[in-house]
């Protein structure tokens, strides 16, 4: 008898344990899973980074997921491996929090629509950043905007830049970079009511208050790009001097697209290059 009352007090107990973890999974209350993704670190010269480099990276991607609003967010690191992954996420959303976010504003010197073509390949730093005006040239014929970067985010901001637009269907030569994103004191994902699409309004520090003005007063009725990652990804001109510190970057974004770089902006970016895998 004590036996039997013993077994059916175990067997309440699994049931009332079951109802309990289905409430709070229908309520939400327990974490959905997410894909994870792994990226590989790299410095900028191409070694691998230390760990204190790994764990400044791991703060960084939490203080993204924690300004997107992401608080069931974990962040692994492995050696030279960071591996994100976002409850109820298939992956994009982990994939938008390991972009580095290195973002210039640099005057647009030359630009033209982008054609694919045989023989086009993605060449690196020693041909996209040369100063001879013939290699620059030769760089924007033959830029092959559909393979991978291998300067993403890694580009030397004080040399021009041959790149292509982040929606591939652009090529420009970019001057060196006039501001600075560590000169962002704030960002913020928003909707420009002019346009109906999603950009990021950006509001600078003092230092790039003053740079951006300077640089807007020289160059009114000229392009000026804003680079993410070594690409392009909005090129408006300049219609007036722009002196209150304050300016938005409208391109091809996503709502969500829009506000993963703004948490990015805020946050600063990655100390290191990170490549997804897979």
Same mark, same amino acid.
């Given at each position: 008898?004590?036996?039997?009352? #013993?077994?059916?007090?175990?067997v309440?107990?699994?049931?009332?344990a *079951?109802?309990?973890?289905a409430?709070?999974s229908?309520?939400g209350?327990?974490?959905?899973?997410g894909?994870?993704?792994?990226?590989v670190g790299?410095n900028t010269?191409?070694?691998?980074p #230390?760990?204190?480099?790994?764990?400044?990276?791991?703060?960084?991607?939490?203080?993204?997921?924690a300004g997107?609003?992401l608080?069931k967010?974990t962040?692994?690191?492995?050696? +030279?491996?960071l591996?994100?992954?976002?409850?109820?996420?298939?992956?994009?959303t982990?994939?938008?929090?390991?972009?580095?976010?290195?973002v210039?504003?640099?005057?647009?010197?030359s630009?033209?629509?982008?054609?694919?073509?045989?023989?086009?390949?993605?060449?690196?730093?020693e041909?996209r950043?040369?100063?001879?005006?013939?290699t620059q040239t030769?760089?924007?014929a033959?830029?092959?905007?559909?393979?991978?970067d291998?300067?993403?985010g890694?580009d030397?901001?004080?040399l021009?830049l041959?790149?292509?637009a982040?929606?591939?269907?652009?090529v420009?030569?970019?001057g060196p970079?006039?501001?600075?994103?560590?000169?962002?004191? +704030?960002a913020?994902?928003a909707?420009?009511t002019?346009?109906?699409?999603?950009?990021?309004?950006v509001t600078?520090?003092? *230092?790039?208050?003053?740079?951006?003005?300077?640089?807007?007063?020289?160059?009114?009725?000229?392009?000026?790009?804003?680079?993410?990652d070594?690409?392009?990804?909005?090129?408006? *001109?300049?219609?007036?001097?722009?002196?209150t510190g304050?300016?938005?970057?409208?391109?091809?974004?996503?709502?969500?697209?829009? +506000?993963s *770089?703004?948490?990015?902006?805020?946050s600063?970016?990655?100390?290191?290059?990170?490549?997804p895998?897979?």
């Amino acid at each position: 008898m004590s036996s039997s009352r #013993s077994i059916g007090r175990a067997v309440a107990a699994v049931i009332v344990a *079951l109802m309990v973890a289905a409430g709070a999974s229908a309520c939400g209350g327990q974490d959905k899973s997410g894909t994870a993704v792994a990226f590989v670190g790299r410095n900028t010269d191409g070694t691998i980074p #230390s760990a204190a480099t790994m764990d400044q990276a791991r703060q960084v991607v939490r203080k993204r997921a924690a300004g997107s609003g992401l608080p069931k967010t974990t962040v692994d690191v492995d050696a +030279d491996m960071l591996t994100i992954t976002v409850s109820g996420d298939d992956g994009t959303t982990a994939r938008l929090l390991g972009e580095t976010g290195r973002v210039l504003i640099r005057p647009v010197l030359s630009t033209k629509n982008f054609q694919p073509g045989p023989g086009k390949t993605m060449p690196g730093k020693e041909i996209r950043q040369s100063a001879d005006p013939a290699t620059q040239t030769a760089a924007l014929a033959g830029i092959d905007c559909a393979r991978p970067d291998p300067l993403r985010g890694a580009d030397d901001a004080t040399l021009p830049l041959v790149t292509c637009a982040n929606t591939g269907d652009a090529v420009y030569l970019l001057g060196p970079a006039a501001v600075d994103g560590r000169e962002i004191a +704030d960002a913020k994902g928003a909707m420009d009511t002019r346009t109906a699409r999603y950009g990021v309004t950006v509001t600078f520090t003092g *230092l790039g208050t003053d740079q951006f003005a300077r640089f807007t007063t020289a160059n009114v009725g000229k392009q000026f790009a804003f680079a993410v990652d070594s690409q392009v990804v909005s090129a408006p *001109l300049v219609q007036a001097p722009t002196v209150t510190g304050e300016t938005q970057i409208v391109g091809n974004f996503t709502k969500d697209a829009a +506000d993963s *770089l703004a948490a990015a902006l805020c946050s600063g970016a990655l100390p290191a290059i990170f490549t997804p895998q897979g």
